[in-house]
């Protein structure tokens, strides 16, 4: 099958991989520990895993945005931030 | 005895994931691609980083249609969602009247958003139109393919006119399941007709109102045929939402690259506010109770 009008790219590639990988642990987590883990965080209302992954993800993508538009290039940094920030939602939120 | 587990069932739900990925994730997918890349298209790309990002972001027509978008939802939302409760408030709750009045409000949804815009296009004209001519006639200065004033007008109104229904039909079926017997408790303790929408009315539409504000947000927000078919986008740029803009990137500038990084980041802005409107609603529906 030609998919070569899909434009794919490592990069491009390794980004899916990861968000797929991640989708596919926190069904693993699931599994072994049924329940989403609710709890109520620093925002005010109940979050479970799947939430709590979810802020990460978007938050991630506006501080990559935000980097862009502030700072420019050198996204490394940024995706260091988001790590830091998602450990950050997984703790607190 | 053990009980036996069936997952079996998981097959039902796969037309779905296929349908969801054929229909979203691989288009998607497809765009992120692009992003990152420049294309003359016949296959070949490019290479170019977050070069496509960085020129969007920091660009001043990105930045005008964001404004203008943001603008444009922002009325809309603030005339339909109050409107449309108005109108529900009002609508009788049973007889023929209850009849009438629903397939009156579900005409304009029926109409589809081409034709609308034609309808408009046509309504606002003074040479042939009923409503610009009638404006001209009673000396009323309105031409919305040179006023940048009347075109937003004419395009909210437009909006106000095939959206309110949906809100209304929304905000009716959350009043209609609203038992009688709080409606008497409310008349027995002497409630006021404010104290009834406050605190028995509103609660109870809580949840079609959640529904009401994403739909008409994100559709608003995304609104593409009804303004191009009127003005398209014009006049100048006045009424040159973000989706007008994005096609004129992609399609009438043959732009795939940057077009890729609009969406993304287009994209990411309805589905943070989506989610915000979502979780501050269900928040306060879960402490309303």
């Known amino acids: ?93 | 005895m053990q009980r036996k587990t069936n997952q079996k069932a998981w097959f039902l739900v796969l037309p779905v994931f296929l349908l969801v990925g054929f229909s979203a994730i691989i288009p998607l997918m497809t765009v992120v691609n692009y992003s990152v890349q420049d294309s003359f298209g016949s296959g070949e790309f490019y290479w170019v980083g977050t070069e496509w990002f960085i020129e969007i972001l920091n660009s001043e027509r990105f930045h005008s249609a964001l404004g203008r978008q943001l603008l444009f939802t922002s009325i809309i939302l603030a005339i339909e969602i109050p409107l449309g409760i108005l109108i529900a408030l009002s609508m009788p709750k049973k007889g023929w009247g209850a009849s009438i009045c629903l397939v009156l409000m579900a005409l304009p949804l029926l109409i589809p958003w081409n034709v609308v815009g034609t309808i408009w296009q046509i309504f606002a004209r003074e040479d042939i139109g009923l409503l610009g001519h009638t404006l001209a006639a009673m000396g009323v200065e309105y031409n919305y393919t040179q006023s940048a004033f009347d075109a937003w007008v004419t395009v909210i109104v437009m909006d106000v006119w095939h959206w309110t229904s949906l809100v209304v039909l929304l905000c009716y079926a959350g009043l209609c399941s609203i038992p009688e017997a709080f409606y008497q408790a409310a008349k027995i303790d002497g409630a006021t007709r404010w104290a009834v929408f406050r605190y028995i009315q509103f609660p109870k539409m809580n949840r079609v109102l959640l529904i009401a504000v994403l739909l008409r947000f994100m559709d608003s927000f995304m609104i593409y045929t009804e303004p191009f078919v009127v003005t398209g986008g014009g006049p100048g740029n006045a009424t040159t939402f973000l989706s007008i803009d994005l096609v004129k990137m992609a399609i009438g500038q043959f732009d795939v690259g940057p077009a890729a990084a609009f969406s993304l980041i287009y994209f990411l802005i309805v589905l943070l506010v989506s989610w915000v409107f979502y979780t501050v609603m269900t928040a306060r529906d879960g402490e309303a109770g």
């Open chain 1, 1 to 93: 099958m030609d998919l070569s009008w899909m434009g794919w790219t490592p990069f491009t590639a390794t980004f899916f991989v990861v968000i797929a990988s991640l989708i596919v642990s926190m069904l693993v987590w699931e599994k072994l520990v049924p329940g989403g883990a609710p709890r109520d965080g620093i925002l005010g209302f109940e979050t479970t895993r799947g939430d709590r992954l979810f802020v990460s993800l978007l938050g991630s993508a506006f501080i990559h945005i935000g980097w862009l538009f502030f700072i420019g290039d050198m996204l490394w940094w940024a995706l260091i931030l988001s790590f830091f920030y998602a450990l950050a939602v997984f703790r607190w939120v």
